[in-house]
């Protein structure tokens, strides 16, 4: 896009966590995945011998479930089709501004570093940063955008949007998938399980992390939207001997099964298919529900390139360019959390 004369250079900068391009990356995927201290909250050198370790162990059982796939995530490409869904967007609401939209993912390509060099190459006089990840937590939004404040030298006045989880078009687009999946269960009684990926208890216990407050206000917000009488709030993908956030999915799932229902899983907290969807949803959670009677088993698909949800992606970005420093898009936090970064920011003010 050429820029008008006067027109401003803006580049937008998308963070997701990345996904493993073939076999031969999963096992450094995951060894990054696991060596950043978001995750395990070990010192060097101490957390990456133990990065090491588990990359090793996990790495045939990673590498069969990326095999489902074709062998590698899906993650990149989708997240590459959401920037040029955005990019034309936010061209038609910016005109005269030429608009960039760049990825950058935490643990594989495009890595944070590179694309701070191709952010920094652009030389923009804008940048927006905003993590896929509409709910905040400081396993994912925090350390990306920690990341790239460590990296990135180039030009640009830079805002941050936090967290989005009450954003309406992202909502809309979560209970549009919700409600088309109600109607193919008919007549069935079902309940919409929402399934976020699990984070340590301690994580919000001790560190003041918001995400467990998020996710609740996000789906108490497509349940309305939706009209749904019968919901729940549950967390998958749960690994060491930690106590996560719960009830789990596999428990959730067994539960409607008590209680003679079928089940609507919603990936509450993922704008995308991965291998938490594809794999864990889909075919693991599946022969679950079968094994346990649970009919029917149904999944609403992320969001994707829905309209409304890339609509509230240009929104959120028109909204970051009116002001500085870090906010939601929509309501944000409602306690005090600790973690919180515009509560962070207000107290070092």
Known sequence: MNRAPGG???????????????QASVKPFLFNLFNDPAIIGLPSPFRTVLARLISSRREASAQANYALMGGGSPLLPETRRQAGALEQALGTRLR???????IAMRYWSPLTEQTAAEVG??????????????????TTTESSLKRWAEVYAGSGASRTVCCYPEAAGWIEAQAEGVKAKLAEAGDRPVRVLFSAHGIPESLVARKGDPYQEQIGSTCA????RAGLTDW???????????KWLGPS????????????VGVIVTPVAFVSEHIETLVEL????????????VAPYLRAPAVGLAASFIGALADAT??????????PFGPGCRADWKACPCQKERRAA
């Open 96 to 102: 005269g501004d030429e608009i960039r939209v760049f």
């Open 121 to 138: 190459a652009f030389a923009p006089d804008e940048i927006v940063l905003l993590p896929l990840y509409p709910q905040f937590s400081t």
């Open 221 to 224: 917000a497509i349940a309305a």
């Open 282 to 293: 889909d075919i693991e959670y599946a022969e679950l529900a079968h094994e346990l009677g």
């Open 232 to 242: 729940s709030i549950c967390y998958q993908s749960r690994v060491g001997p930690m």
């Open 249 to 260: 999915t596999p428990e959730a799932i067994a539960q409607a099964g008590r209680d003679g």
């Open 8 to 22: 401003r250079r803006v580049a937008v900068v998308l963070f997701n966590l990345g996904g493993p391009d073939d």
């Open 318 to 327: 028109v909204e970051a360019l009116g002001r500085t420093g870090v906010a």
